[in-house]
């Protein structure tokens, strides 16, 4: 028999066959439980619900535990934030010869997957098979996520390097274009960083309850774990290769920012440099001297404003020449 909390109150998936005893439960999936839905969890289980503040320890201690054929297992779970964030909440289980008990307090897709899926079968249904089955989907679930992760860095790959071009570059629309992708990096390396701390608490899982419930875990069940751990293995080398791609991208990004920004540093040097002849011959006629000899000459003024003219035009075709703008 299988029970899903939805949070307002337990829902019986499973239906006993009219007559016989009501069997007990082997999954009890809890969704931000109350103090009610908690202790009536526990009544029904014999297990003890962890706390969320428990399952949110990073110490490996807290997330593995063991008592008697028990286990405690915690881990952070990424999920999708109404606000379309990436986000981790912590994800519990408590494991048992008899009964699963998961404690989750986000709505998580995979669970209700697995549910259809666990109420359809007819197999004979145990807790580690149930077990099993939701790390399954969950790994399934991060590979899907990696696979989106992947697609968008290769469209910021091919925005960053190969960008398109409608007419004349604009300052502006450049300036703009680099803050979405480096926006769109920074989200896609959160995702992946995400991604991998979910990856490495379900990997601690599977190596921790092999080996400590390998007295109880049916031998047909055991290549099931082994199939895990390799999976597990696959995406986590996916996931670094990401994380590499990731910085490579964020580096590239402020590498054209820095151009950009020196390009404009340029411009306004050359555009100082180029003004400061023209100013210092203006400041030179400008000088109120009783002998100046271009002051009598009949075409002196035109002769002042050709140099000055001249002063300014030459260093810019030499900065031209030169491939400086």
Excluded at 10 to 23: I, K, T, V
Excluded at 162 to 184: C, F, I, K, S
Excluded at 244 to 268: H, S
Aim: aromatic share 8%.
């Amino acid at each position: 028999m299988l029970y899903l909390n939805t949070g307002l109150s337990p829902r019986r998936l499973f239906q006993p066959h009219a007559g016989s005893p009501e069997p007990a439960p082997v999954w009890v999936d809890l969704l931000s439980p109350t103090d009610q839905e908690r202790s009536a969890a526990e009544q029904l289980t014999g297990l003890r619900v962890p706390a969320q503040a428990d399952m949110a320890e990073i110490e490996s201690s807290s997330r593995l535990s063991n008592e008697g054929k028990t286990l405690t297992l915690s881990t952070p779970m990424i999920y999708r934030s109404v606000d379309g964030l990436s986000k981790v909440a912590p994800l519990g289980f408590v494991l048992s010869p008899e009964h699963l008990m998961t404690v989750r307090f986000v709505d998580l897709s995979v669970f209700d997957q697995f549910a259809e899926r666990f109420v359809g079968s007819t197999a004979q249904a145990c807790s580690i098979s149930a077990f099993l089955g939701l790390l399954e989907g969950i790994v399934d679930r991060l590979a899907d996520v990696l696979e989106h992760v992947g697609a968008d860095l290769d469209a910021i790959s091919r925005r960053v390097f190969r960008p398109e071009r409608h007419g004349m570059p604009n300052a502006a629309r450049t300036d703009m274009q680099l803050r979405a992708t480096l926006r769109a990096v920074g989200t896609a390396g959160e995702r992946v960083s995400n991604i991998r701390d979910s990856l490495l608490g379900v990997q601690r899982i599977v190596l921790y309850t092999n080996e400590a419930a390998s007295g109880w875990i049916p031998a047909q069940l055991r290549p099931r774990f082994k199939t895990l751990r390799q999976d597990i293995a696959s995406l986590s080398d996916y996931d670094i290769q990401l994380t590499n791609k990731v910085q490579f991208l964020l580096d590239a990004t402020l590498g054209f920012i820095n151009i950009e920004q020196n390009n404009g540093i340029k411009i306004l040097t050359v555009v100082s440099v180029v003004g400061v002849p023209p100013t210092l011959m203006a400041s030179i006629y400008g000088m109120n001297f009783k002998h100046m000899p271009e002051l009598d000459w009949h075409y002196g003024y035109a002769y002042g404003l050709l140099v000055i003219i001249l002063s300014g035009v030459l260093p810019f075709f030499w900065f031209k020449r030169r491939g400086w703008i």
